[in-house]
Nanobody, 124 residues
Framework: QVLLVESGGGLAQAGGSLRLSCAASGRTRSTAVMGWFRQAPGQERQFVAAINWSGGTTYYADSVKGRFTISTDNAKNTVHLQMDSLKPEDTAVYYC?????????????????WGQGTQVTVSS
């Protein structure tokens, strides 16, 4: 099993920044790709970004490309999501996810493990 714990959510103003972290523990070596998803009230869970543990390959949703940066800290088994130039439409619960397979997927059902989520609220 893999345990994922997110932190770093909160309230930001439009144009501001927040940094989310996801600490992974357990059988982390069984995972190859880490992802971030988000879900706003009444909406489906939406892909945000993904990265492999080597950090060499990243993948972003068009809606966050150029504003968000995903990175890994392998020594701490942690994945970060730096969110800059935040917009009110970024408001959602953000979830960290891990998948065992090496393919980069943007579908929630492609991920094997999930964190509990952290709330991000962006005010206008």
């Amino acid at each position: 099993q893999v345990l994922l714990v997110e932190s770093g959510g909160g309230l930001a103003q439009a144009g501001g920044s927040l940094r989310l972290s996801c600490a992974a523990s357990g059988r982390t070596r069984s995972t190859a790709v880490m992802g971030w998803f988000r879900q706003a009230p009444g909406q489906e869970r939406q892909f945000v970004a993904a990265i492999n543990w080597s950090g060499g390959t990243t993948y972003y949703a068009d809606s966050v490309k150029g504003r968000f940066t995903i990175s890994t800290d392998n020594a701490k088994n942690t994945v970060h999501l730096q969110m800059d130039s935040l917009k009110p439409e970024d408001t959602a619960v953000y979830y960290c996810a891990a998948r065992a397979g090496g393919m980069f997927l943007n579908r929630p059902d492609g991920y094997d493990y999930w964190g509990q989520g952290t709330q991000v609220t962006v005010s206008s």
